[in-house]
Nanobody, 123 residues
Framework: QAQLVESGGDLVQPGGSLRLSCVAP????????VGWFRQAPGKEREGLGC????????DLLDSVKGRFTMARDYAKKMVLLQMNNLKPEDTAVYSC????????????????WGQGTQVTVSS
């Protein structure tokens, strides 16, 4: 079964930036809608937004609007999450997800998740 793999997480100081990527080795994310999520310790997973195959995105979570953006690198078949002006409260495991079927957001039910990548924002 195809898998999702995230990368790009790191330890960064407040105000810093990171760019996360999501790929599906052996598959083509260019054709699929992909959502980004995060889960902080002791908290429920929250959805950040969704990227459609045509590059359009849903509105992002209010707490990240103006700081995070989603994009696509079609040549590399990647879905990207650019995170700027990071805050300590952004510390979480970030994951991408899809249903392997839909091309346009929103996705009713995600059924495949990556293992996640850790983002830690701390001075």
């Amino acid at each position: 079964q195809a898998q999702l793999v995230e990368s790009g997480g790191d330890l960064v100081q407040p105000g810093g930036s990171l760019r996360l990527s999501c790929v599906a080795p052996g598959d083509n994310l260019n054709l699929l809608a992909v959502g980004w999520f995060r889960q902080a310790p002791g908290k429920e997973r929250e959805g950040l937004g969704c990227s459609s195959s045509n590059g359009e995105t849903t509105d992002l979570l209010d707490s990240v609007k103006g700081r995070f953006t989603m994009a696509r690198d079609y040549a590399k078949k990647m879905v990207l999450l650019q995170m700027n002006n990071l805050k300590p409260e952004d510390t979480a495991v970030y994951s991408c997800a899809t249903d392997w079927v839909g091309a346009i957001c929103p996705i009713d039910e995600y059924d495949s998740w990556g293992q996640g990548t850790q983002v830690t924002v701390s001075s």
